[in-house]
């Protein structure tokens, strides 16, 4: 393509300088034969590229620029009336300017052919006196005469040793750029297509997990569904022999007034049995409740009304314990929640703080609230017997797990109020430590 474009240019100048040597000096014999080898030339190269023979073409192009060159200087000088001194120094530069072609249109690697090219130049500037001489028309044959002119040859051919090899250098570089660039764009092109093959991979990969997820999903809600119609049909035929064994024990013991006594007190251990069975059921019927009314129609809650109506059930324990009760909170806007969840939370709280007070000394319990943007913080501390929460901590909300064993209860108040809040959107801590009481802080979201 470079060598096609530029013949081209090439042609056209020689066409321009056709026309300017035919209104300067006129149709002689110099300018029928610049245009016959012009034309002659130009047919060649461009028919050889057409044939396919590029590498003969471009030498034949590089010869023939520095050839056609060196050949109109000789043939202007015999068509010439007078020759000027400046005639012998110009050409040169000509000449050696169409070193430029060869460097361009081959690499640097193509060593033998890159000479081949540049020979044309190199010999046309070594035998340039030579040949004029040879003609008749050499410096000295037409009259001149200068003491440094036989330097001229030399000084030209260390300029065109010069120029030959800063260009072959350069190009060179060029070329090492070029290779360098290739095989990084190869690189990068070969590391693309590995990423589009991966990120098909991991496309493929999430698809099949997701529906893995889905797949396992479904089997999850249909094992939960069927595990809480097992849980409901248990509670509801267990509670029904329950009942029925502890109406037989009624009637055994109103029908039967002269039983002996141990007979009574292994009615009374059935019964008792019974009873904590009986209880049993029911507690897990309500944490069945709670995680299955989670999704109920939430309304406005006052939650200092809640806490006084607790404090209004709980009205015997409070006075019976000789407590020192004290409440504070500021002006607490009504919040978007379960009023059932509030009542419950509030309730084993506050009568967990009245129950577990130390032995023989004073009592206190402090409810505190506050209102942020986003929750009601509510704490309810007591000087109580206190936990070990290092040691019991992970066992404080888990069912029927008991950290005190001298007050009643069933271990069943603090899982279903853990649920409570949880279900509610909120949170529930705990600071605690033997002796010193303890402090329960619920976060209960706003809306």
């Known amino acids: 393509m470079i060598s096609n474009r530029m013949i081209t240019v090439i042609f056209i100048l020689n066409i321009v300088l056709y026309l300017f040597i035919i209104f300067t000096i006129g149709n002689g014999p110099f300018a029928k034969m610049m245009i016959i080898g012009n034309f002659a030339s130009y047919t060649l190269i461009l028919g050889l590229t057409h044939l396919g023979f590029n590498v003969l073409a471009r030498i034949l192009f590089s010869l023939m620029v ?9 043939l202007s000088k015999i ?25 361009l249109i081959f690499s640097s690697r193509n060593r033998k052919v890159l000479a ?72 990068l092109e070969e590391k693309n297509i590995i990423i589009v093959e991966q990120k098909g991979r991991l496309e493929l990969s999430n698809d099949e997990l997701n529906e893995e997820l889905l797949s396992k999903n479904k089997e999850l809600l ?37 039983i002996d006594e141990e007979t009574k007190e292994i009615l009374h251990l059935i019964k008792k049995s019974s009873k904590e069975l009986d209880e049993t059921i029911s507690d897990l019927g309500n944490l069945l409740e709670i995680k299955d009314e989670i999704g109920q129609i939430k309304e406005a809650v006052n939650v200092a009304e809640e806490i006084n109506k607790v404090m209004v059930i709980l009205d015997d324990e409070i006075a ?3 407590v020192d009760l004290s409440k504070k909170s500021k002006k607490i ?69 008991r950290l005190n064993v001298h007050t009643s209860g069933k271990g069943l108040g603090l899982y279903i109020t853990y649920y409570q809040v949880e279900a509610l959107g909120g949170s529930i801590e705990v600071s605690s430590s033997p002796g010193k009481g303890a402090t329960f802080i619920v976060k209960l979201p706003n809306n």
């Open 333 to 401: 806007v009504p919040i978007n929640s379960v009023p059932a969840y509030v009542h419950s939370i509030l309730y084993n709280l506050i009568s967990n703080a009245l129950k577990f007070k130390t032995p023989g000394g004073e009592h206190s319990v402090k409810i505190n609230m506050d209102q942020d943007e986003q929750n009601v913080i509510i704490s309810i501390a007591d000087n109580g017997i206190g936990m070990d929460l290092e040691k019991y901590g992970d066992q404080l909300f888990k069912m029927y797990k």
């Open 116 to 187: 081949i090219g540049l020979s044309g130049s190199f010999l046309s500037l070594l035998f340039f006196d030579p040949i004029h001489n040879y003609f008749g028309v050499g410096y000295y044959q037409s009259g001149h005469y200068s003491e440094s002119y036989p330097f001229v040859s030399v000084v030209t051919m260390a300029c065109y040793l010069i120029v030959v090899i800063s260009l072959i250098g350069y190009r060179r570089v060029i070329e090492k750029y070029e290779k360098e660039q290739a095989e990084t764009a190869e690189a």
């Open 66 to 74: 520095s050839v056609f060159t060196f050949s109109t200087t000789i």
């Open 222 to 258: 249909k094992s939960l569904s069927e595990l809480r119609q097992f849980s409901y049909t248990l509670s509801h035929n267990l509670r029904s022999p329950v009942a029925s064994l502890l109406g037989l024990t009624n009637i055994i013991q109103l029908e039967n007034a002269k």
């Open 79 to 103: 068509d010439a009336a007078q020759v000027w001194d400046d005639h012998f120094y110009s050409p040169r530069i000509y000449i050696t300017m169409t070193a430029i072609i060869p460097i």
């Open 320 to 322: 019976e314990s000789t």
